[in-house]
């Protein structure tokens, strides 16, 4: 049991430290527009499985008070990683 509990705290540790990384340099734009893009949406991947592809929404204007604002027409845009080439799949709203 000792060993169990020394285990889990060694794996706590480590795991509050890679939390504390900075991935900042990693981070890159996905859309150079003025538009508000969004990613993903909650349990969603927005990858392709092979990693070749990147879906993400295209607002077609930004919304004042966020989500409290007025609804707002967007785009789902698929983006070739390699490309970088952006289309524009299917418009909502």
């Given amino acids: 049991m ?3 509990l020394i285990t889990l705290i060694y794996c706590s540790y480590s795991f509050a430290v890679l939390a504390q990384l900075d991935l900042s340099k990693y981070v890159k734009p996905v859309y150079e ?3 508000s893009t969004a ?6 991947n927005p ?3 092979d990693g ?3 879906a993400f929404l295209k607002y077609n204007k930004i919304v004042q008070g966020g989500h ?3 609804p707002v ?3 789902l845009m698929i983006k070739n990683r390699k490309t970088k080439e952006i ?3 299917v418009q909502h709203g």
């Fill in 2 to 4: 000792k060993k169990y």
């Fill in 33 to 35: 527009g003025v538009e």
């Fill in 39 to 44: 990613l993903s949406i909650f349990d969603t």
């Fill in 47 to 49: 990858e392709s499985p």
């Fill in 52 to 54: 070749k592809y990147l």
């Fill in 68 to 70: 409290s604002g007025s």
């Fill in 73 to 75: 027409g967007a785009y």
């Fill in 87 to 89: 289309k524009k799949s």
